[in-house]
């Protein structure tokens, strides 16, 4: 079916940097509603869908959570401008509703093509092996059928208890994988150049803003420093390493969740020109995220760096509308909003930096150490952007922000490390 792999990204990404794209940005009682909705079933159906939604598949989802030995909570809802534009911040607005820990999943249908989102949030101190790890290592999971809900969310949910205890994954029944990949046309649209709108448009209004930033910035030429704990001192809980260690996570939670996706692409037997260009180009957003990953594995910047590419690749390999992060905090949820932040800059940004930066405050943004000061070692932190953007392809891009070439420009600083 065409609409399989309908892009709808590149489009939606133009709007999304558009001042008015308030008006379609959403229903903000969804996530609400499905929270109220899980207090009496934790497995929320769209009503709408409800009706002609199949008792078997709605069984098993639910025989699947029971067994599960820990708390699941599903949403099931039609695939909308707004659940492509939240795709990976559903489960988190989701969870900060309900404020357990446990597996959320949300997946949408769009012409009998379902495809989802799910995070597991551990209770406190628990550790375990990560989600994502686990699913890349299942290797039958790409080829479960995807035009019913329950055999993938069953899986994800056997994929959750395996990374939470180490428990076995149990085989996947015949019936749940595909028999043969079908080959699958796509559309004639010409999305490359919807991309390149989006590039050479959507930034080029703030483009400007980097000559400003490079002109006004201080002359004491800061370099980025990477922060590492004192030998020999235990700095455990420092809001440094919590930093550290969170945007580590975020890196290697994406890393290999767009690695999936990748792979989902690259098995394509015929793909469409508009397949090949995703893959192409999330395969160059994920190696940057890789070489980041490994070039500065103790670099808050760089790692939220290589978080923002794994994101954005794995937005491009699923189909899903490509985000520029927060450029205030890159780790962020992704700049879904314009922020005037001064006459004429505008960024792109988070709600929440979004509504600061309208009381005409400037987020506390990501921080990282200044360099210098006594013994070299300056315990005080500055905003990453007013590091010297001259060789660090996050300052100069506002990690990836102010303009999409932060792969490219990571390739150039770091590559040849791969
Ligand atoms: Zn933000």
Known sequence: MSARFRVLAALLAVVALLPASAAHAAPPELPDQIAAAWRTDRIYVDPAMRPAFPKSELDRIRAASAAAGFDVFVALIPRTPYTVKQYS???TLLQARVGKPGLYLVWTVSDEYWSGTEQLFRPGGLKGRQ??????????????????PAPKIVRTIQQAGTALDGR??????????????????????????????YTGMGVGGILGFVF??????SKSRRRVSKWRPADGVRTSGSPREVTLSTVRAQADRWIPKATRALRGLEKLRAPTVQQLDRRDDARNRL?????????EPDDVLAL???????????QVAVGDELRPPCFFDPTHPSGTELA???????????????QTVGRGET???LRVAAKGGLFGVDRTTVPYWTLDPEDNPMVATGCGALSDDLAERVELVYGGVR
Request: glycine share 4%; with cysteine.
């Open 89 to 91: 911040e559903l489960t």
């Open 304 to 314: 939220a760096g290589a978080f923002v590419l794994a994101r954005q690749a794995h």
């Open 340 to 354: 005037e932040w001064s006459d004429d800059t505008e960024v792109p940004a988070c709600r929440t930096c979004a």
């Open 212 to 217: 400003v930033l490079l002109a006004t910035r």
């Open 131 to 148: 989600l994502a790890s686990v699913q890349g290592d299942d290797k039958a999971d790409n080829n479960i059928v995807r035009d019913r």
């Open 287 to 295: 190696d940057a995220a890789r070489t980041l990953r490994k070039a």
């Open 363 to 365: 987020p506390r943004g």
């Open 168 to 197: 076995a994954l149990p085989p996947i029944p015949a019936a749940d994988l595909e028999p043969e990949r079908r080959s699958r046309t796509g559309r004639s649209v010409t999305d490359k150049e919807d991309l390149s709108a």
